[in-house]
């Protein structure tokens, strides 16, 4: 893939995740999550839509951004790259997120957004060592 082109995705995917994010899904005063795996073992336990929205989803959402950060990079990205990448935009969000009120401050969708990425990245490496067809 082309470098302008993964930039224009990343950029796509960015400004969607910012508004679904911070927009979409008002939540009047929404409860905090600073307990690690506190909702991820909820969730868990009650099954159900819920939890595939949320722990598929908070993981799914990421993945492009770990297989498309390195190819907009011109330098080599690491897997550590790209979960402090991860980790800065997602808790970044998380913090705006608790500043309107409007959504779940949640440190389990950091958790699951960073191990997305990784995924993504792990993807991304994955295809870089495929032999050609």
């Known amino acids: 893939m082309r470098k302008s082109t993964a930039t224009v995705l990343l950029a796509a995917w960015l400004l969607l995740f910012l508004d679904m994010t911070l927009r979409w899904f008002p939540d009047n005063h929404p409860p905090v ?3 690690p795996f506190r909702s991820i073992r909820h969730d868990w336990n009650e099954g159900g839509r819920h939890f595939w929205v949320n722990f598929f989803g ?3 959402y990421f993945v492009p951004a770990g297989a498309l950060l390195p190819l907009v990079r011109s330098r080599p ?6 979960a402090l990448a991860a ?47």
Not at 77 to 82: D, I
Not at 109 to 122: E, H, P
């Open 33 to 35: 999550n600073l307990t």
């Open 58 to 60: 908070n993981i799914a």
């Open 77 to 82: 990205t690491s897997a550590r790259q790209v």
């Open 87 to 133: 980790f800065a935009l997602s808790g970044a969000v998380e913090l705006a997120q608790y500043a309107s009120g409007r959504r779940v401050c949640d440190v389990d969708d950091v958790l699951l957004n960073v191990s997305g990425a990784l995924l993504g990245y792990a993807l991304f490496r994955a295809t870089r060592r495929a032999p050609a067809d």
